[in-house]
């Protein structure tokens, strides 16, 4: 009984190698974890009774992820830009080996950023980057672009000044991506700016669930009211909710 116990056991073994072995050479790519890599950036959404996706539909759309070589080093570092959290900024140290350098490089933000574009905007040979940023009522942060200028690089490490508004680039509509290149061709980069609009009316049909049936809440717009409506003594109802999309 042992000895045919041993023999299964061994055999699950020899499954087991063979078939990571098998999974390994079918992959072009290596995922690398955290620690591996040094990178632990995570975007997370808190949702709470004021700010969630009934009220800005966009909640979920994600932020935008930048790459360029900011230190002259030929190692391509990485920024994400943030929403609920602050963007974070990544010297890379090569093999794969990356280091936070958000606040040495001056490269924190307070706002719900979206898109990340990298440009040499100013023309000093140096990379630069520049930040949309997507405004809601209930955020209740500012809504201006930002534009981090490149100041240079100190012992390996780039800093940056926010200059948006000397730039005159400090937009405030609802921006979702720019892209940077020479419009007229005189040697300047110019900047088209994808832009988005925050409706004042969700999408998003609520009806409370009522024991007999249902009532129609969507003519009860604008949302920002329609919460007071629907609970006005705050009182605990189940919903079912349309999107649409
Ligand atoms: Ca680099
Ligand atoms: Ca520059
Ligand atoms: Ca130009």
Request: glycine share 6%.
């Given at each position: 009984m042992l000895k045919n116990f041993t023999f299964l056991l061994i055999l699950i073994s020899l499954?087991?190698?063979?078939?990571?072995q098998k999974?390994?050479?079918n992959t072009l790519f290596t995922q690398l974890s955290p620690g591996e890599t040094g990178i632990n950036f995570a975007n997370h959404i808190t949702p709470d009774d004021t700010l969630n996706i009934l009220y800005f539909m966009y909640m979920y759309n994600g932020a935008g992820v930048g790459i360029g070589d900011f230190n002259g080093d030929s190692l391509p570092d990485i920024f994400f830009s943030g929403n609920q959290v602050s963007s974070k900024f990544y010297l890379n140290k090569?093999?794969?080996?990356f280091e936070d350098m958000?606040?040495?490089?001056?490269l924190k933000t307070d706002r719900w950023a979206t898109g990340v574009s990298v440009a040499d905007v100013n023309a000093?040979?140096?990379?630069?980057?520049?930040?949309?940023v997507a405004?809601?009522?209930?955020?209740?942060?500012s809504n201006e672009n930002l534009l981090f200028v490149n100041q240079g690089v100190k012992d390996g490490i780039p800093t940056f000044k926010e200059m948006a508004k000397e730039y005159n680039l400090a937009?405030?509509?609802?921006?979702?991506?720019a892209a940077f290149f020479d419009y007229d061709r005189d040697g300047d980069l110019d900047m088209y700016l994808l832009n988005n609009w925050l409706e004042k009316e969700s999408h998003n049909r609520l009806r409370p669930q009522m024991q007999t049936n249902y009532i129609e809440m969507k003519d009860l717009a604008p949302l920002d009211t329609l919460f007071s409506k629907i609970f006005p003594?705050?009182?605990a109802l189940s919903l079912t909710v349309t999107v649409w999309a």
């Amino acid at each position: 009984m042992l000895k045919n116990f041993t023999f299964l056991l061994i055999l699950i073994s020899l499954i087991s190698f063979f078939s990571c072995q098998k999974k390994e050479t079918n992959t072009l790519f290596t995922q690398l974890s955290p620690g591996e890599t040094g990178i632990n950036f995570a975007n997370h959404i808190t949702p709470d009774d004021t700010l969630n996706i009934l009220y800005f539909m966009y909640m979920y759309n994600g932020a935008g992820v930048g790459i360029g070589d900011f230190n002259g080093d030929s190692l391509p570092d990485i920024f994400f830009s943030g929403n609920q959290v602050s963007s974070k900024f990544y010297l890379n140290k090569g093999n794969f080996k990356f280091e936070d350098m958000t606040e040495k490089a001056g490269l924190k933000t307070d706002r719900w950023a979206t898109g990340v574009s990298v440009a040499d905007v100013n023309a000093d040979g140096l990379l630069d980057i520049y930040v949309c940023v997507a405004h809601n009522n209930l955020w209740n942060k500012s809504n201006e672009n930002l534009l981090f200028v490149n100041q240079g690089v100190k012992d390996g490490i780039p800093t940056f000044k926010e200059m948006a508004k000397e730039y005159n680039l400090a937009d405030t509509s609802y921006s979702t991506q720019a892209a940077f290149f020479d419009y007229d061709r005189d040697g300047d980069l110019d900047m088209y700016l994808l832009n988005n609009w925050l409706e004042k009316e969700s999408h998003n049909r609520l009806r409370p669930q009522m024991q007999t049936n249902y009532i129609e809440m969507k003519d009860l717009a604008p949302l920002d009211t329609l919460f007071s409506k629907i609970f006005p003594k705050k009182q605990a109802l189940s919903l079912t909710v349309t999107v649409w999309a």
